[in-house]
Structures are given as structure tokens and as C-alpha cells.
């Protein structure tokens, strides 16, 4: 049974920095990729990045591009999403979700995806 966790979400102040991790159990990463989304109150989910394990392409939205990064340790099978200079726009529960990359035509949309975790909370607030 394929399990995703997320876990690292807090509550920072804006220009503070938080690493989020995405724990995969029942699925090897490799051959996946692996998508971070976001969802703030009263909006619509955002995909906000996505790493394709076998070949270490990434993608970033532009809310993100330049402040995020997105990386993996396959012996942890875990993938890592670094966030800096956090602004409080960036406020949301944030989800991890995976599907085999040969699938994934458009990384940064959640249709693309069938398989997610629970989501983790990040609060942007002074």
C-alpha cells in the first residue's frame, strides 16, 4: 500500500525559512514524480513543484521559483521541499502527492496525481 507523509509544516514569521519532508512507504521513488501543492483558505490547490526522481528534472511554479527547492535522498525515500524567504502568501496546508513520471504530462497540476498525503500546515504570520 503506497503511504506519503508530510510532516516540517509550523508557524514561521515572514523571511524565515522551513524544510518540509515527504516520508514514501510502499513505492521506491525512483520512476515517480513527486509534486508539492498547496492549498490556502478560500483558494484553489496550487502546484507549486515537482521532481522527477529518474532523471532529477524539476519544476517550480512561479509564486515559488527562486525562494523554493525541491530534492530527494532515495535512501530516505524521502523528498525535501526548502522554502526561503517565506512571505505570508505562502500560508496554506501543503501536500505531497506521487505518480509514475511516465504518466505526468503537466507536473504542477493535481489531476496528474493519484496517490497523496495528508498535508502539512505552514502559517506565514508576524
Known amino acids: 500500500q503506497v503511504r506519503l507523509v508530510e510532516s516540517g509544516g509550523a508557524l514561521v514569521q515572514p523571511g524565515e525559512s522551513l524544510t518540509l519532508s515527504c516520508a514514501a512507504s510502499g513505492i521506491g521513488l525512483g520512476g515517480h514524480a513527486i509534486a508539492w501543492f498547496r492549498q490556502a483558505p478560500g483558494k484553489e490547490r496550487e502546484g507549486i513543484s515537482c521532481?522527477?526522481?529518474?532523471?532529477?528534472?524539476?519544476y517550480y511554479g512561479d509564486s515559488v521559483k527562486g525562494r523554493f527547492t525541491v530534492s530527494e535522498d532515495n535512501a530516505m525515500n524521502t523528498v525535501y521541499l526548502q522554502m526561503n524567504d517565506l512571505k505570508s502568501e505562502d500560508t496554506g496546508i501543503y501536500y505531497c502527492?506521487?505518480?509514475?513520471?511516465?504518466?505526468?504530462?503537466?507536473?504542477?497540476?493535481?489531476?496528474?496525481?493519484?496517490?497523496w498525503g495528508q498535508g502539512t500546515q505552514v502559517t506565514v504570520s508576524s
Open positions: 521532481i522527477s526522481i529518474s532523471d532529477g528534472v524539476k
Open positions: 502527492a506521487a505518480q509514475d513520471a511516465w504518466r505526468v504530462e503537466h507536473p504542477l497540476k493535481d489531476y496528474e496525481y493519484d496517490q
